[in-house]
């Protein structure tokens, strides 16, 4: 039996903990990437060759991690990136984690392909929210994918505002679906019997819905969403810096840099490697979320350091639900929340936000003793 969420000591535990409770096939649908799932290894590998240098005697006192985002107070500058089918990893999905990060103060982005409906997902979230004192509280916002039937998409996104949502995360990196090898070597195509993306059924005849990927997306659907919410705007799936500079032309609150975790084109490049380019060229006009590879708060650091306003997670979460339910998904945000409160203070920072650039260089430019080839410990 794995050890419980609560005795993890690092986000990978629950990784370790999540392969003996899920099914396999189940497992390697949240963990897989596209092809030879190149861009899913080279997240990770774009932390763990970014080198932090810290400074000392600066006196921080207690860490303030909190922030705003999007006029949303959270605790902590992490978010809970959308991921689908919660119910392949706990009996309640998404009810779950939306508790979750709502004792925690952030922000859940529920998925379209739920397998909760977003009303159920945001009753969870208000009933632990309200409850929350003197601490951010947090915010539900909501992912799509446009469909090619414009008026179903419409009445998703007034159904997510109805519901409470606080804010509008269109995908843009999915005309079609990447082809994940082990989904196609597992013969996983559809959900297990008795559970559906809930979003997508037909109250009247209960019918289901299949999520349609639409390869005619262009910038005039993006300002047609735009029209349709006063929901701030965040395109997902931001890799070019031009793409950047015409999300925000183009009226998007939020660019959030992310290649689908890799789950989309093998090949593309990794998250932490797009990030300056597109904070250079959003130059401040709007907030730049990043994904892809967060595991540590030391991550979390880097890429605030190098621009992002909050980094989010999504198959940590999916790890912590399947470990220990409610508990594994605050065990996931309070071990990252402890971890960046810790480096933090350990590079001299008295709050994320106060990280720049210069905090970060890559492995191989660190700085080196005189006559020695290695970098200083």
């Not at 300002?223 to 349709?228: E, F, I």
């Amino acid at each position: 039996m794995s050890a419980p969420a609560t005795a993890a000591v690092r986000v990978a535990d629950l990784g370790e903990a999540a392969s003996t409770r899920m099914e396999p096939a189940h497992r390697d649908y949240v963990d897989g990437g596209a092809g030879d799932e190149r861009t899913l290894r080279a997240n990770a590998l774009a932390f763990e060759q970014a080198r932090l240098l810290p400074r000392v005697l600066r006196g921080t006192g207690p860490r303030d991690l909190a922030t705003t985002l999007l006029g949303t107070p959270l605790s902590m500058p992490v978010l809970l990136a959308p991921t689908a089918f919660h119910r392949l990893a706990h009996p309640e999905g998404e009810t779950v984690t939306a508790a979750a990060a709502a004792a925690a103060g952030t922000v859940m982005v529920v998925s379209m392909a739920a397998t909760r409906t977003v009303e159920d997902v945001a009753a969870a979230f208000s009933s632990v929210a309200d409850q929350a004192t003197g601490q951010a509280a947090g915010a539900l916002w909501f992912q799509l994918y446009p469909q090619p039937d414009a008026a179903f998409t419409t009445s998703l996104v007034h159904r997510a505002e109805d519901a409470g949502c606080r804010g509008l995360v269109v995908t843009v990196d999915s005309p079609v679906v990447g082809r994940r090898e082990r989904d196609v070597r597992n013969g996983f195509v559809d959900l297990p019997p008795g559970l559906a993306c809930e979003n997508l059924r037909d109250p009247a005849t209960g019918l289901v819905r299949s999520i349609a990927m639409d390869d005619r997306l262009d910038w005039d659907t993006v300002a047609r969403l735009r029209a349709l919410t006063r929901m701030p705007l965040v395109l997902k799936g931001v890799l070019h810096p031009e793409d950047a500079r015409l999300a925000v032309e183009c009226g998007a609150d939020g660019v959030w840099v992310s290649n689908h975790g890799g789950r989309q084109l093998d090949g593309a490049v990794a998250t932490l490697d797009a990030l300056p380019g597109v904070v250079e060229a959003v130059a401040g006009r709007a907030a730049v979320i990043v994904d892809g590879g967060v595991r540590r708060g030391t991550d979390a650091l880097v890429a605030l350091a190098l621009g992002a306003d909050a980094v989010a997670v999504g198959r940590p979460a999916v790890w912590g639900l399947a470990t220990g339910g409610e508990d594994g998904v605050r065990a996931v945000l309070e071990l990252l929340r402890d971890e960046l409160d810790a480096a933090c203070a350990l590079t001299g920072l008295r709050r994320p936000a106060e990280a720049t650039p210069d905090l970060v260089v890559a492995a191989s430019l660190a700085p080196r003793r005189p006559g020695h080839g290695r970098a200083v410990r």
